[in-house]
C-alpha cells in the first residue's frame, strides 16, 4: 500500500509536421477536488498535485471525424470522459463522474476496461454511470452536451453492446431478481425491455453472426454451465425454448442430490435488505448448529440462481448439511449486484457492516432456524477469510469458532489497486486502516481459530499470517492453530491441499461446536 502515483501523459504525433504536442488537461472538472475523508484530519495538509491516473487510447466515431478519452483519477473519486480537439491539443469536457467513496460498477472501470463506443450518428458517445445509484446506459451529444439515460430502474445492466443493424441494444441485467441474469434487447434510443432468455439463473448470451440464434452459456443454482442453443425472439416470432447442446457433468455428479438454496431476505441492524442462500439439514440430522460462509473479493457476489464460482465451497456445504450443519452464504456490505450505495457500504471501515451483515444473519437463523446460538461457525478465504478474522475477534460472542484461509491481517500489507479505492492510503487516512485490519483486534479472540495460509500466496502474502501469528502468540492465546502449505498460491491447485483444508475446517467445526473429536 501507498504506492507513488503513476504520472500519466498523452501525446499526439503531427505525421505532416513531424512534431509532437502534449494533450493539454488542465480543464478538467473537479480537478482540484479535496476529499471529504480529509477532514478528519485538520492538522495534516491533503497533497496530490497531480491527480491524473490513467489515460486511455483515443475511441473513434465511425466516420474518423472525432474521438473521446476515458480518464481516471488516481485517487480513483473522478472519471471523465473528455472530446479530444486533435489540432489544438485540448479536450471538452463531456461526461464527469464522482463518488466521494470510489468510481466503480458494472461497466465502469479503470484501466481501459469500461463499456463506451460511439452511438450510430456519430455525434453521441454512449457509456455506463452509476448516477442514479445503479449502472445504466447514457448518451451524451457531443455538441450541445445533453444527456440521455437510456436504461434506468433498481437493477444493473452487463455488458452492453449494439446490434449489427444499429437498430437495438443487447444486453444482460438482473432487473426480476438480484440473482437472475437474463439477457434482453431494447430500442436504440432506449424504450421497453424484451427478455430474449426464460430460464431462472445466468444467460451469457453470445449472437451469431447474422444474430438469428443465440448461443447462451446457462447455469442454475445446483447444475454447472452448459451451452445450449435457441432462435433469436427479437427475429423469430415461435416460443421455442433453448436446447442444451452439452451434457459436461459425470455420472458420480449426477448421482448425488445436489440442493437448490432457499433465497431469503432479512432486515440488518441499520434497517438495510440482506439477500442471503440456506441450505437446511433434514429435520432427523439437525444438530442445531450454523455455519456462515462469507465470499471473497470483495466485490463479488454469491447469493444468485446460477452455478457459484465457489463451487468447491459449494460442495462442502453439501456435506455439512447431510452431517446436519445449517448453512448460510450472505451477500454482505460491499457485494455486487445491489447498487452503489451497497458497493460503497464498506468505505473506510472494512469489517463494518459488512461484518455486522454475517452477526444480523446470525441472529435471524436463531430466530427463524431453531439455531443453538453457541453453536455457530465461520469460514472463508482472501476477504471472507479477513471477515472471519474481525468476526472471531470483534464479535466472538456470536462466533465460537472460525477458519480463516489466505486472509488480509492488515490492510497496510496488501496491493494499492485494490485497497486505496476503499480505504484510501495509510499516510492520508490512516484511521481507516486502523479500524480495518485484523491485527489491531487480535486481543479479542474467545473461540477455537484455524488459520490457512499458502507460502506461496501471491495475492496475500505469507507474512500477513506470520505477523498475526506472532501477535497472538505476544497476546498468550492459545486456542488457535495454523496449517501451512507450502507449495500453495492464493488459489490453491493441489488436489491435497484442498481435502486436506476442508477436513481440518470440518473437524474444526466438530470439535468446537459439537464437542466431537475426530476419528482419523
Given at each position: 500500500?501507498?504506492?507513488?502515483?503513476?504520472?500519466?501523459?498523452?501525446?499526439?504525433?503531427?505525421?505532416?509536421?513531424?512534431?509532437?504536442?502534449?494533450?493539454?488537461?488542465?480543464?478538467?472538472?473537479?480537478?482540484?477536488?479535496?476529499?471529504?475523508?480529509?477532514?478528519?484530519?485538520?492538522?495534516?495538509?491533503?497533497?496530490?498535485?497531480?491527480?491524473?491516473?490513467?489515460?486511455?487510447?483515443?475511441?473513434?466515431?465511425?466516420?474518423?471525424?472525432?474521438?473521446?478519452?476515458?480518464?481516471?483519477?488516481?485517487?480513483?473519486?473522478?472519471?471523465?470522459i473528455v472530446l479530444l480537439n486533435l489540432?489544438?491539443?485540448?479536450?471538452?469536457?463531456?461526461?464527469?463522474?464522482?463518488?466521494?467513496?470510489?468510481?466503480?460498477?458494472?461497466?465502469?472501470?479503470?484501466?481501459?476496461?469500461?463499456?463506451?463506443?460511439?452511438?450510430?450518428?456519430?455525434?453521441?458517445?454512449?457509456?455506463?454511470?452509476?448516477?442514479?445509484?445503479?449502472?445504466?446506459?447514457?448518451?451524451?451529444?457531443?455538441?450541445?452536451?445533453?444527456?440521455?439515460?437510456?436504461?434506468?430502474?433498481?437493477?444493473?445492466?452487463?455488458?452492453?453492446?449494439?446490434?449489427?443493424?444499429?437498430?437495438?441494444?443487447?444486453?444482460?441485467?438482473?432487473?426480476?431478481?438480484?440473482?437472475?441474469?437474463?439477457?434482453?434487447?431494447?430500442?436504440?434510443?432506449?424504450?421497453?425491455?424484451?427478455?430474449?432468455?426464460?430460464?431462472?439463473?445466468?444467460?451469457?448470451?453470445?449472437?451469431?453472426?447474422?444474430?438469428?440464434?443465440?448461443?447462451?452459456?446457462?447455469?442454475?443454482?445446483?447444475?454447472?454451465?452448459?451451452?445450449?442453443?435457441?432462435?433469436?425472439?427479437?427475429?423469430?416470432?415461435?416460443?421455442?425454448?433453448?436446447?442444451?447442446?452439452?451434457?459436461?457433468?459425470?455420472?458420480?455428479?449426477?448421482?448425488?442430490?445436489?440442493?437448490?438454496?432457499?433465497?431469503?431476505?432479512?432486515?440488518?441492524?441499520?434497517?438495510?435488505?440482506?439477500?442471503?442462500?440456506?441450505?437446511?439439514?433434514?429435520?432427523?440430522?439437525?444438530?442445531?448448529?450454523?455455519?456462515?460462509?462469507?465470499?471473497?473479493?470483495?466485490?463479488?457476489?454469491?447469493?444468485?440462481?446460477?452455478?457459484?464460482?465457489?463451487?468447491?465451497?459449494?460442495?462442502?456445504?453439501?456435506?455439512?448439511?447431510?452431517?446436519?450443519?445449517?448453512?448460510?452464504?450472505?451477500?454482505?456490505?460491499?457485494?455486487?449486484?445491489?447498487?452503489?450505495?451497497?458497493?460503497?457500504?464498506?468505505?473506510?471501515?472494512?469489517?463494518?457492516?459488512?461484518?455486522?451483515?454475517?452477526?444480523?444473519?446470525?441472529?435471524?437463523?436463531?430466530?427463524?432456524?431453531?439455531?443453538?446460538?453457541?453453536?455457530?461457525?465461520?469460514?472463508?478465504?482472501?476477504?471472507?477469510?479477513?471477515?472471519?478474522?474481525?468476526?472471531?475477534?470483534?464479535?466472538?460472542?456470536?462466533?465460537?469458532?472460525?477458519?480463516?484461509?489466505?486472509?488480509?491481517?492488515?490492510?497496510?500489507?496488501?496491493?494499492?489497486?485494490?485497497?486505496?479505492?476503499?480505504?484510501?492510503?495509510?499516510?492520508?487516512?490512516s484511521l481507516a486502516y486502523r479500524k480495518?485490519?485484523?491485527?489491531?483486534?487480535?486481543?479479542?479472540?474467545?473461540?477455537?481459530?484455524?488459520?490457512?495460509?499458502?507460502?506461496?500466496?501471491?495475492?496475500?502474502?505469507?507474512?500477513?499470517?506470520?505477523?498475526?501469528?506472532?501477535?497472538?502468540?505476544?497476546?498468550?492465546?492459545?486456542?488457535?492453530?495454523?496449517?501451512?502449505?507450502?507449495?500453495?498460491?492464493?488459489?490453491?491447485?493441489?488436489?491435497?491441499?484442498?481435502?486436506?483444508?476442508?477436513?481440518?475446517?470440518?473437524?474444526?467445526?466438530?470439535?468446537?461446536?459439537?464437542?466431537?473429536?475426530?476419528?482419523?
Amino acid at each position: 500500500m501507498g504506492d507513488a502515483p503513476s504520472e500519466y501523459k498523452l501525446y499526439i504525433y503531427d505525421i505532416k509536421g513531424r512534431h509532437t504536442y502534449p494533450v493539454v488537461l488542465d480543464n478538467l472538472e473537479g480537478l482540484d477536488y479535496i476529499p471529504e475523508y480529509t477532514k478528519d484530519y485538520p492538522d495534516k495538509p491533503y497533497e496530490n498535485e497531480d491527480r491524473i491516473s490513467y489515460i486511455s487510447e483515443p475511441k473513434w466515431s465511425s466516420d474518423g471525424k472525432h474521438a473521446v478519452l476515458d480518464i481516471n483519477a488516481n485517487d480513483y473519486k473522478d472519471r471523465w470522459i473528455v472530446l479530444l480537439n486533435l489540432e489544438k491539443g485540448t479536450i471538452t469536457n463531456l461526461n464527469h463522474q464522482h463518488d466521494e467513496a470510489w468510481i466503480a460498477g458494472p461497466g465502469i472501470s479503470s484501466y481501459g476496461r469500461s463499456n463506451l463506443g460511439w452511438m450510430p450518428d456519430n455525434k453521441n458517445i454512449w457509456y455506463m454511470s452509476e448516477k442514479t445509484g445503479y449502472a445504466h446506459i447514457y448518451k451524451t451529444n457531443i455538441s450541445t452536451k445533453k444527456t440521455k439515460a437510456l436504461t434506468s430502474g433498481t437493477f444493473e445492466i452487463y455488458n452492453p453492446f449494439i446490434s449489427k443493424d444499429q437498430s437495438l441494444w443487447y444486453f444482460g441485467a438482473n432487473k426480476n431478481h438480484p440473482g437472475d441474469r437474463q439477457f434482453y434487447s431494447m430500442p436504440i434510443q432506449g424504450g421497453k425491455l424484451k427478455q430474449l432468455t426464460e430460464k431462472t439463473g445466468r444467460n451469457d448470451v453470445t449472437l451469431s453472426p447474422d444474430e438469428q440464434f443465440m448461443a447462451i452459456l446457462y447455469s442454475n443454482s445446483n447444475t454447472p454451465t452448459e451451452l445450449y442453443l435457441k432462435p433469436n425472439p427479437q427475429f423469430n416470432k415461435s416460443s421455442e425454448s433453448a436446447k442444451q447442446i452439452t451434457h459436461s457433468t459425470t455420472k458420480a455428479f449426477n448421482s448425488y442430490s445436489w440442493r437448490t438454496p432457499e433465497n431469503i431476505t432479512y432486515t440488518a441492524s441499520d434497517g438495510a435488505t440482506v439477500y442471503a442462500h440456506v441450505f437446511q439439514p433434514k429435520t432427523e440430522v439437525k444438530n442445531n448448529a450454523a455455519i456462515v460462509f462469507v465470499h471473497g473479493a470483495g466485490y463479488l457476489q454469491n447469493v444468485h440462481q446460477w452455478w457459484s464460482s465457489y463451487f468447491r465451497e459449494y460442495m462442502f456445504h453439501n456435506l455439512l448439511v447431510d452431517n446436519g450443519y445449517t448453512v448460510i452464504n450472505i451477500d454482505y456490505r460491499g457485494s455486487a449486484g445491489y447498487g452503489r450505495d451497497w458497493r460503497t457500504g464498506i468505505y473506510r471501515h472494512m469489517g463494518g457492516k459488512d461484518l455486522s451483515d454475517q452477526v444480523d444473519g446470525v441472529n435471524y437463523l436463531v430466530e427463524n432456524y431453531g439455531i443453538d446460538k453457541n453453536k455457530v461457525g465461520i469460514y472463508g478465504g482472501s476477504y471472507g477469510g479477513f471477515i472471519t478474522l474481525m468476526g472471531m475477534f470483534n464479535e466472538a460472542d456470536t462466533f465460537k469458532a472460525g477458519a480463516a484461509i489466505r486472509s488480509v491481517g492488515d490492510w497496510a500489507a496488501y496491493n494499492h489497486g485494490y485497497t486505496a479505492r476503499i480505504l484510501n492510503t495509510p499516510t492520508t487516512d490512516s484511521l481507516a486502516y486502523r479500524k480495518s485490519s485484523p491485527i489491531y483486534f487480535a486481543d479479542g479472540l474467545k473461540g477455537d481459530l484455524l488459520i490457512l495460509h499458502g507460502m506461496v500466496d501471491d495475492n496475500v502474502h505469507f507474512q500477513d499470517m506470520v505477523r498475526l501469528s506472532q501477535r497472538l502468540i505476544e497476546l498468550e492465546k492459545h486456542n488457535w492453530e495454523m496449517a501451512i502449505y507450502p507449495v500453495e498460491r492464493h488459489g490453491f491447485v493441489e488436489p491435497s491441499s484442498w481435502t486436506d483444508e476442508y477436513t481440518r475446517i470440518y473437524n474444526l467445526f466438530q470439535k468446537s461446536l459439537l464437542g466431537i473429536l475426530p476419528t482419523d
